[in-house]
């Protein structure tokens, strides 16, 4: 099972809008709504922030929103703030009650 | 609240085996599924593998196969990550999750795993 594709670094301004992509293949992202994104910060755990592609946990930004079109998914953060500044993961459901996870991008508030 | 902690840091030689433990609080221990995640330094993440410990199945990434092996014990809570051949790769801080869905949403602090001669 081939990690998941994303852009190693993403930035952007305070107030700003940027967007992740996260790229499969019709075995993982292409066949399942069961997209997650987390988002890491340095020597911590990652933390849950969108589920089935589309959905927020309880407590999580409305600044934060999923999408997905065929084998790619998206994670958009809107109205950039200085604390958004983590590594962001995607992870899909590969079938059989296996995941794999997205290389991770780095976002950079600048 | 919903907690996972994990057990402490471990060096190992190469070619010793690491079991890692991970006990829950908060929630009905037997009703979610449990994932093991890992993340060598610097790197993504990668998952491993999930048990349920309800029923002590196991599911794992065909990478681990025949060297990874997670059980739980329902009496404490805890279930167990062991490792074993460890080499110099396998250096990374791995990680416990709770399943919901089928996604980890609540994640254990981490244990750092050290293979060194």
């Known amino acids: 099972q081939s990690a998941l594709t994303q852009p190693a670094s993403v930035s952007g301004s305070p107030g700003q809008s940027i967007t992740i992509s996260c790229t499969g293949t019709s075995s993982d992202v292409g066949s399942y709504n069961l997209v997650s994104w987390y988002q890491q910060h340095p020597g911590k755990a990652p933390k849950f922030m969108i589920y089935?592609?589309?959905k927020r946990p309880s407590g999580v930004s409305n600044r934060f929103s999923g999408s997905k079109s065929g084998n790619t998914a998206s994670l958009t953060i809107s109205g950039l703030q200085a604390e958004d500044e983590a590594d962001y993961y995607c992870c899909s459901y590969a079938g059989s009650s296996t995941l794999v996870f997205g290389g991770g991008t780095k976002l950079t508030v600048l | 609240q919903v907690q996972l902690v994990q057990s402490g840091a471990e060096v190992k030689k190469p070619g010793a085996s690491v079991k890692v433990s991970c006990k829950a609080s908060?929630?009905?221990?037997?009703?979610?599924?449990m994932h093991w995640v890992r993340q060598a330094p610097g790197q993504g993440l990668e998952w491993m593998g999930i048990i349920n410990p309800g029923g002590g199945s196991t599911i794992y990434a065909q990478k681990f196969q025949g060297r990874v092996t997670m059980t739980r014990d329902t009496s404490t809570s805890t279930v167990y990550m062991e490792l074993s051949s460890l080499r110099s790769e396998d250096t990374a801080v791995y990680y416990c999750?709770?399943?919901?869905?089928?996604?980890?949403?609540?994640w254990g602090q981490g244990t750092l795993v050290t293979v060194s001669s």
């Open positions: 999750a709770r399943r919901t869905g089928v996604a980890p949403d609540y």
């Open positions: 908060g929630y009905t221990f037997t009703s979610y599924y």
């Open positions: 089935e592609g589309t």
